[in-house]
């Protein structure tokens, strides 16, 4: 009978480990999602079948769908008894005993994804200076949670197609701010203007 319950807390174990690693995965492409379709919407891209409020639509929901997934990535790893990790760890950075760096920079992913996302829930209440500097870092919250994943994700970050998944999340990402920093809309360059004169 106990190695019965061993066996089941071993199983246990196992699928949280590996809930943890795909949500992991699931959030790393949805971020990349939300960054592209987010410079889509800097951009003012639109057409007739997918106007602006849509794309913006969508890159709301998906970094909505993002902060749900890295819910369940980190209640997978708190619950997981191998790695001891503690609630507080995954939201104070550094805290942590097991893997102190790597996860501390999977909670400074965390903490800064729910900044943006309760400042963007809190948009049309806050300075919409405050909204946009604080968005900002999200071109920070991109690189920390793929070190993060890699940093952490042990035999995983070997696997090939575990490689050309990250290395295709980021490249997609990378050209979308290159293409974002190189293209401008005339709404842009006047609330810039405006933002230079104080208004």
């Not at 066996?7 to 795909?22: H, T, V």
């Not at 960054?35 to 602006?52: D, E, I, N």
């Not at 409020?53 to 709301?60: E, K, L």
């Not at 903490?111 to 909204?131: E, G, K, N, Q, Y």
């Amino acid at each position: 009978m106990a190695s019965a319950g061993r066996e089941g807390l071993r199983l246990m174990g196992q699928a949280l480990w590996f809930a943890s690693r795909a949500t992991g995965l699931v959030v790393l492409l949805l971020l990349t999602a939300t960054a592209v379709l987010g410079a889509c919407t800097t951009m003012r891209l639109a057409s007739p079948r997918w106007p602006r409020f849509t794309v913006a639509g969508i890159h709301r929901n998906m970094s909505l769908l993002a902060g749900v997934f890295l819910l369940v990535h980190v209640a997978g790893a708190v619950i997981d008894p191998y790695a001891s990790i503690r609630w507080t760890d995954a939201v104070l950075p550094f805290a942590s005993t097991y893997h102190p760096f790597w996860l501390g920079l999977g909670a400074v992913a965390l903490d800064l994804l729910f900044a943006i996302l309760v400042t963007s829930l809190l948009r049309l209440r806050i300075p919409a200076r405050l909204w946009r500097t604080l968005h900002w870092a999200s071109y920070l919250l991109f690189p920390v949670a793929v070190a993060h994943g890699l940093g952490i994700g042990g035999s995983d970050t070997r696997l090939g197609w575990v490689q050309v998944y990250v290395a295709a999340c980021v490249l997609a990402v990378l050209l979308s701010v290159w293409w974002r920093t190189r293209a401008s809309h005339p709404d842009t360059r006047a609330r810039q203007a405006a933002d230079r004169i104080g208004w």
